[in-house]
């Protein structure tokens, strides 16, 4: 397939977790404390929430503000994805939605998934075995067809030991090209804190990288969290400002520098902030660096260029300056289906009547730059 004349890899394509998930695939051990789902399963609406540990989720759903603010969006979204849903979002709906859109490659990532283990505090064996089922669940996913369809893998990061054997077996026995994480901390730990050591060290030896990629709230410390009683604020802040703590975190934390084979995504939070949020950080660290824990080699923007990639939405016009300041070599492209604020099914249309990209900018954000991320076949 080809899309006017170019291959395409989407970096970030979701799926729709089934409300049975858990109770099918997790370890019957943990079968009582798994994941349960209440809501309408055709419905992509707040009114559809998930129950851990006694908590709700998505985290803070119950609130007004949160359930008010999308309930029109919902509905206006529903022709859409009507026949996606219809399908319940399944593996051949999946497929018909890279046909519409013109995508070769689908790198594929959790929704609920995400939500179901943001909490703090959460047991980290029980961690581990929601992340299993989810796992073990896209894997079986993705068999219509493994060429198109790429599975991710979701960290318990509760426990990184723990983390740590579930990457080996999501990258050796079910082919994941990536570890997930979340753009939020974990209970608490900044990325460049020695208890990941061992993960990056993972990631790197299996040649996996590790994305970061947020959601809009969490019983964590979050971004989010600060603004509940406004769902416009709390979504446009989380995902780029999470992001550009992330990217300080590894780079100026030093892990970049210990781990100069490591490749890390920036996903879901736009890339146009990347040029001034370097050159913030290199004026930083050439002021106070000397003082500074991490004693790096080179600037933040050597690191980034090195070794980051970050998507650009398909109608993010300013995206264009990013190239101009920092080259096109670590942009990679998203689509977000089959989320409500997705240009499905225009999304690949949008991003390709953009001005400011010329043709071979734009064969490496749609394939070549996705294929080093992910160390896909070219």
């Not at 009114?47 to 509905?75: D, I, M, Y």
């Not at 939500?115 to 989810?134: E, K, N, Q, S, T």
Request: charged share 25%.
């Amino acid at each position: 397939m080809a899309k006017d004349g170019f291959k395409v890899v989407d970096s970030d394509m979701h799926v729709m977790e089934p409300n049975d998930l858990w109770q099918n695939y997790i370890d019957p051990a943990y079968k009582e404390r798994a994941p349960v789902f209440r809501g309408d399963p055709l419905s992509q609406g707040f009114a559809n929430r998930w129950h851990v540990e006694g908590k709700v989720f998505p985290a803070h759903s119950e609130t007004k503000a949160r359930t008010g603010s999308l309930a029109g969006r919902h509905e206006n979204i529903t022709d859409r994805f009507a026949e996606a849903r219809a399908k319940r979002f399944d593996a051949t709906s999946q497929l018909k939605a890279l046909e519409v859109e013109g995508i070769d490659v689908a790198v594929l990532f959790r929704t609920f998934g995400a939500h179901v283990i943001a909490l703090d505090g959460m047991d980290g064996d029980l961690a581990l075995a929601i992340c299993r089922a989810f796992n073990d669940w896209l894997y079986d996913f993705c068999a219509v067809d493994r060429t198109r369809l790429r599975g991710t893998a979701q960290m318990p990061l509760q426990d990184v030991e723990l983390a740590v054997r579930e990457a080996r077996r999501a990258v050796n026995d079910l082919g994941a090209v990536a570890l997930v994480l979340p753009s939020n901390p974990v209970n608490r730990r900044p990325w460049y804190h020695p208890y990941y050591e061992p993960l990056w060290a993972a990631a790197e030896e299996l040649n996996v990288p590790v994305c970061f990629h947020g959601i809009h709230g969490a019983y964590q410390q979050h971004i989010g969290n600060r603004f509940l009683d406004s769902f416009v604020v709390a979504h446009a802040a989380t995902h780029p400002m999470e992001l550009m703590l992330d990217l300080a975190g590894v780079i100026c934390g030093g892990v970049m520098d210990r781990h100069p084979n490591l490749r890390v995504g920036f996903l879901e939070g736009n890339c146009s902030w990347l040029p001034w949020w370097l050159w913030r950080l290199d004026e930083e660290r050439e002021i106070f660096g000397p003082w500074e824990a991490a004693n790096l080699e080179f600037m933040p923007t050597e690191y980034f260029k090195r070794q980051g990639f970050a998507s650009i939405d398909v109608d993010e016009y300013l995206g264009a300056h990013t190239v101009e300041q920092l080259g096109p070599d670590n942009l990679v492209l998203s689509t977000d289906y089959p989320h409500h604020d997705s240009a499905y099914p225009h999304a690949l249309d949008e991003f390709l009547s953009m001005d400011g990209f010329n043709r071979e900018t734009k064969k490496k954000i749609l394939w070549d730059n996705c294929v080093r991320l992910y160390n896909l076949p070219s």
